[in-house]
């Protein structure tokens, strides 16, 4: 099996460029089983400790990174060191063909579907444990029992995914919230079992009562099912959400791939004939039509036509091509009929190196650091501490074991991170679905701590801060210049002329319609012979007055359409890509929140800077980057980013996919590609700034909760946990104030209901 792309490196027998150079290889593995931060930080060392290996290890996208030397190590040794450290590797699957193209799709749902399905269980099984246990009225005889047979599968099978990873951390000598969750849980439900079979608990007419302060002896006669199973229900709702947020994480480069075309128009002997894009090669000639994407990067041979390139470029006017140009595949041809002479295929496309782009941003980004993570390396071990410590001082000093056991489970109890479960997935669950009502998709909580730290926001210019259509702003000359213009230009297809269309009122009819592609149209309207086109279309000399209005429109980076009639120019239409009425008031509303915006984009210098000034930037400040391609958009967050800076991106095209991975934090247009919306942190529903200036107030309040609900987690446990060791809460009470302490994270992240949009009521 190919370890990765061979064409981007030299194979492993090559000769090396230069002495001293290592032939290396890379592959990306695909890892399950990480449960937090920490597991990505073992597996990392574990690989880096093998001769020749430099390893990347990502939490959030569930991916390793690894470049290795493959005459020392092979794919199968990384596989095989990943599984001795507990985890499962894969390396890449095989291509996907047509027939199987939904299976990779299921595959991915797999882990989400099963915690669905484990919640969704475990939750009906606990409802009526927790009712019969926190209400003495409903307890009937024997009630115990039926407690038992319903909180057994939720105990064993619902948290078995927490037993699990215990199990797996112990065998490594480490710990983390999973463990205390998993000793927890176990506590609870054991110490119910030897209540039940052992002591009081089982007998006819047990009734739960509720004291303050723990009885000697009175442990048997208590049992604690609804705790395990409560806390079981609370951490897989929580580990669940976590899971939906993470399963698209890779899907970036499946949309950006499936921009390309499915089949090309090849020229055999004279004849089209449609072959899978697969099946082209360098040399091949295809035919592309109007409307049609091109199939793969080539040379025009014949035909002249104007192609969308915004998906790469940015650029809002079509380019007009003729033979001996050059086309990308996957733009689309908007004018007439392309012979194209393929020059890259396969993984040497520039959307396949586009492609490339996305996946090497989103795996240089750093692991999560959950801080409930970081805290358990401290919290969980002394916990453990404590509780043995419990056991073995009450043993010492009242010789009562099962005072001794009462006390170490509650410590134990109280200790369980329920809260901390929840601290998370309730404040990211309110803020999310508050945010979607204000056109904000929040993609996961790792997106929520960029957005306090950053300080600049790159903003793309077509489709983002412009409508990316093109309108008319101008007419000089003539009053009959638009209505004749219009006219003639009705005929055509290309977008300057669907502008002009657009801006005139009733047209009268054509006669003699005929189009010179990259040239300009022409017609007889009403008996006069109409000319609409560049200044070589143009019958005549322009006019001082006409050719001033031309030399303006363009320096502002706009387009000049001239018209002439009978023979001599009479006017001139002039298009633009038009700016968003909230454009400028979001910009002032960013600056506000602290954030640097500058206008990237891969249109002309000319029009960039135009429509900067248009909404309050500077292009003399540097607060303007023109003529970058993605690959330089990419170089341009890069360059920031090692001058100290966080960086935020917007954008809404294909263009701006790797920028926005590469972004500390990237925020997608929803009305723009697929492949931006998967390559960003944050989608705004709302195509205008006004969203991205809500997702950035959203999410640092967001993040604000998320800590606040953290402290107060850790604070009951500090605060109650002695308590629970000197005897003063039993476990039952123990159970309560932790479901008090869940409430209160619930309660304060619901607050997160009340937020509102700064943008101005419409």
Not at 352 to 367: E, F, N, Y
Not at 518 to 526: D, L, S
Not at 600 to 607: I, P, S, Y
Not at 715 to 722: D, F, M, Q, T
Request: hydrophobic fraction near 50%.
């Amino acid at each position: 099996m190919s370890a990765g792309p061979q064409a981007e490196r030299p194979a492993a027998g090559a000769p090396a460029a230069g002495e001293g150079l290592v032939a290396e290889d890379e592959v990306r593995l695909e890892i399950t089983g990480m449960t937090c931060a920490s597991c990505a930080n073992r597996i990392e060392r574990k690989l880096n400790k093998l001769d020749g290996v430099q390893a990347s290890v990502n939490y959030a996208t569930e991916a390793a990174t690894v470049r290795f030397d493959p005459a020392r190590v092979d794919p199968d040794q990384l596989v095989a060191t990943v599984a001795a450290a507990g985890y499962s590797a894969a390396l890449p699957a095989p291509p996907v063909t047509e027939d199987d193209a939904g299976a990779p799709d299921e595959a991915a749902r797999t882990p989400e579907a099963a915690l669905r399905q484990r919640l969704l269980v475990s939750a009906a099984l606990t409802l009526p444990v927790l009712v019969l246990s926190m209400v003495p009225a409903l307890q009937f005889d024997n009630w115990q029992w039926l407690a038992l047979t319903l909180a057994s599968p939720v105990a064993v099978w619902g948290a078995w995914p927490f037993h699990r990873a215990a199990v797996v951390n112990a065998r490594h000598g480490a710990s983390t919230m999973d463990t205390l969750v998993s000793i927890g849980i176990s506590a609870a439900y054991l110490w119910s079992l030897w209540a039940l079979f052992f002591g009081d608990a089982g007998m006819p007419g047990m009734r739960m009562e509720f004291t303050l302060l723990p009885e000697r002896g009175a442990g048997t006669h208590e049992i604690y099912l609804e705790v395990a199973a409560a806390v079981t229900v609370f951490l897989l709702a929580g580990r669940w959400a976590e899971a939906r947020a993470k399963r698209r994480s890779g899907a970036a480069l499946t949309a950006l791939l499936e921009l390309g075309a499915k089949d090309a128009a090849v020229l055999q002997d004279g004849r089209e004939v449609r072959v899978p894009i697969a099946q082209l090669a360098v040399g091949m000639r295809f035919v592309v039509r109007p409307g049609e994407k091109v199939a793969t990067d080539g040379v025009v041979v014949s035909g002249s036509s104007a192609v969308d390139l915004s998906m790469l470029t940015g650029e809002s006017v079509p380019v007009e091509v003729s033979a001996g140009d050059r086309v990308t595949g996957a733009t689309v041809n908007v004018g007439g009929r392309l012979v194209v002479e393929a020059t890259r295929v396969g993984t040497d496309t520039t959307l396949a190196q586009l492609g490339r782009l996305v996946t090497q941003a989103q795996s240089g980004k750093a692991p999560v650091q959950r801080l409930a993570d970081r805290v358990s390396a401290v919290f969980v071990p002394v916990v453990l501490l404590i509780a043995v410590a419990t056991l073995v001082t009450w043993l010492v000093v009242t010789g009562d074991v099962t005072a001794a056991f009462t006390a170490a489970v509650a410590v134990l109890v109280i200790a369980c991170p329920c809260a901390l479960g929840l601290a998370t997935p309730t404040a990211l669950l309110v803020g999310t679905g508050r945010g979607a009502q204000l056109g904000v998709l929040i993609k996961g909580p790792e997106v929520l701590e960029s957005t306090r730290r950053v300080d600049t926001v790159l903003l793309d210019k077509t489709g983002t801060v412009t409508t990316g259509q093109m309108s008319l702003v101008e007419v000089a000359g003539h009053p009959e210049t638009l209505r004749l213009a219009a006219a003639v230009e009705a005929g055509s297809e290309h977008p300057i002329a669907r502008a002009i269309v657009a801006g005139a009122g009733e047209l009268p009819e054509v006669e003699g319609f005929a189009s010179e592609q990259g040239i300009g149209v022409q017609g007889r309207v009403e008996g006069r012979d109409v000319v609409v086109g560049r200044t070589s279309a143009m019958p005549g000399p322009v006019p001082a007055d006409l050719a001033a209005v031309v030399e303006r429109a363009e320096q502002a980076g706009q387009t000049a359409v001239l018209v002439a009639v009978d023979g001599a120019v009479a006017g001139v239409c002039v298009v633009a890509d038009t700016v968003k009425p909230t454009s400028a008031a979001a910009i002032v509303r960013l600056r506000e929140l602290g954030l640097a915006p500058v206008l990237l984009t891969g249109d002309n210098a000319g029009a960039a800077a135009a429509v900067a000034r248009s909404v309050g930037l500077d292009p003399d400040r540097g607060e303007v980057v023109a003529g970058v391609l993605p690959a330089g958009k990419v170089d341009v967050v890069r360059e920031l980013q090692a001058q100290g800076r966080v960086v935020a991106m917007v954008g809404d095209g294909v263009n701006d996919a790797p920028a926005l991975a590469q972004a500390d934090l990237g925020l997608a247009m929803g009305s723009g590609t697929d492949v931006a919306i998967e390559a960003s942190d944050l989608t705004l529903v709302r195509a205008d700034l006004d969203a991205a200036v809500d997702a950035v107030r959203l999410s640092r309040r967001t993040l604000a909760v998320i800590k606040g609900n953290l402290f107060w987690a850790f604070a009951y446990n500090v605060a109650l946990v002695p308590l629970a060791a000197l005897g003063f809460l039993n476990p039952l009470l123990a159970g309560l104030a932790m479901a008090a302490s869940s409430v209160l994270v619930v309660t304060n992240s619901l607050r997160l209901r009340a937020f509102r949009s700064s943008a101005p009521a419409a």
